[in-house]
């Protein structure tokens, strides 16, 4: 009776383990959900390291999960110390895409995925399936043997170089792609911002700007910056009165907000300001949300985003300013429009500002928002 009493718990517990896998598969990214499905080893962990024979006899496959959902599969190519050190996104991406490569099995069918991708593998001057570079797994033995890394991103391609003591060389290329280093498509990294968005504690943060090479505006003030984003209308302007403080003034509504969007405030200036926030995004069945300005802003800051501020004027006593938040290394932007009165920057009582958040949107668009050619 306690054997079988013990079989059944054993049968029930192994029952239960499926289910929640089959569960966090279907929850999981669309692109991780394929590739668990690919994978001929069916016994893969929610969370944690597992070989898989069929594939390769020595990576070590591993999955990673977020709220009961896997969010990653990829072959453990780097060390705790540069996942540590390095881009977490693009270090995900070159594991992942590791993982996918070797489901492709042969080298016809890895190049084409590579081919489809973007992606060049090149190890001592020969791409993947050319020269003496016949096999994956000899990039894997560079990997495993390098004395440095390098990656360089900026640009419309991203480089991971790396070099052995011997003076080998392993570079991977990428495209500086948005759609191809996240495992998420648009709509799934949507709900996952906003999600992120409304639980998020960051606060504003205010960066002093340097009153040095100001320019005159015009309008009598001082601007440093001058950067553009693509048109002339957006601008990394920093505005400054004549006496080179940082403005904050009711009298230049449009300059002043466009300074505390841009983080040159003090950030005592946002305590009551909350957002009041309509959704422009792919994924229509998101809902808009109110979020404090410093939590909204604050959670911007930290993502690395390049920040460029503009002005669409004024309807009736209404202004409003455009913040666009672009991605240098990923290749995204996002554009929150705010509208507001002048007094709303000074007012003692607790404002809540109407503002429009368009996310991950194509960078051709920005002309047809300023209406420029």
Same mark, same amino acid.
């Given at each position: ?19 929640? =896998? ?10 991780? /959900? %394929? ?14 390291? +597992?070989? @898989? ?8 496959? =591993? ?13 453990? !190519?780097?060390?705790? #110390?540069?996942?540590?050190? =390095?881009? #977490?996104?693009?270090?995900?991406? $070159? ?10 099995? *042969? ?6 995925? !590579?081919?489809?991708?973007?992606? %060049? ?11 003496? &570079? ?5 990039? $894997? ?31 991977? =290329?990428?495209?500086?792609? %948005? ?25 504003? *943060? @205010? ?20 950067? @553009? ?9 920093? +505005?400054? *009165? /004549?006496?080179?403080? $940082?403005? &904050?003034?009711?009298?230049? #509504? ?29 994924? /229509? ?35 409003? @300013? ?37 996310? &991950? ?8 928002? &300023?209406?420029?050619?």
């Amino acid at each position: 009776m306690r054997l079988s009493r013990y079989i059944s718990v054993v049968t029930l517990f192994t029952c239960l383990s499926v289910f929640a =896998y089959g569960q966090a598969a279907g929850n999981s990214p669309e692109r991780i /959900k %394929r590739m668990v499905e690919s994978m001929p080893y069916k016994e893969i962990p929610l969370s944690g390291q +597992f070989s @898989c024979s069929e594939l390769s006899n020595t990576a070590m496959f =591993y999955t990673e999960s977020r709220n009961g959902a896997i969010i990653q599969l990829g072959v453990r !190519l780097f060390s705790e #110390p540069i996942r540590k050190a =390095y881009d #977490p996104v693009i270090i995900s991406f $070159v594991e992942r895409l590791w993982a996918e490569l070797l489901l492709r099995k *042969t080298i016809q069918g890895q190049s084409s995925l !590579l081919k489809e991708y973007g992606v %060049r593998i090149v190890l001592g001057g020969y791409p993947l399936g050319s020269g003496s &570079f016949k096999k994956l797994s000899q990039a $894997v033995d560079l990997i495993n043997s390098m004395n440095s890394l390098t990656i360089t991103t900026g640009g419309n391609e991203i480089d991971v170089f790396m070099r052995n003591a011997n003076g080998e060389t392993l570079h991977i =290329y990428i495209p500086a792609s %948005r759609d191809l280093l996240f495992q998420y498509d648009k709509k799934e990294h949507e709900e996952l911002m906003i999600t992120e968005l409304a639980a998020t504690k960051e606060k504003y *943060t @205010c960066t002093p700007p340097s009153a040095t090479n100001l320019s005159a505006t015009g309008n009598g003030l001082l601007a440093t910056g001058g950067e @553009c984003y693509m048109i002339d209308s957006l601008k990394n302007d920093i +505005f400054f *009165t /004549k006496n080179r403080s $940082v403005l &904050f003034d009711e009298n230049y #509504p449009e300059e002043s907000m466009r300074n505390l969007l841009m983080g040159a405030v003090n950030e005592s200036k946002l305590e009551g300001r909350v957002l009041d926030i309509r959704l422009h995004t792919y994924n /229509k069945d998101l809902k808009g949300i109110k979020i404090p300005m410093t939590n909204f802003l604050g959670y911007m800051q930290k993502q690395g985003f390049k920040l460029y501020s503009g002005s669409l004027g004024r309807n009736g006593e209404k202004c409003q @300013c455009l913040l666009a938040m672009y991605h240098p290394v990923y290749n995204y932007l996002h554009i929150l429009s705010v509208s507001f009165l002048p007094q709303d920057l000074v007012s003692q009582k607790p404002v809540t500002l109407k503002a429009d958040l368009s996310t &991950f949107i194509p960078q051709h668009n920005i002309k047809n928002l &300023f209406q420029e050619k």
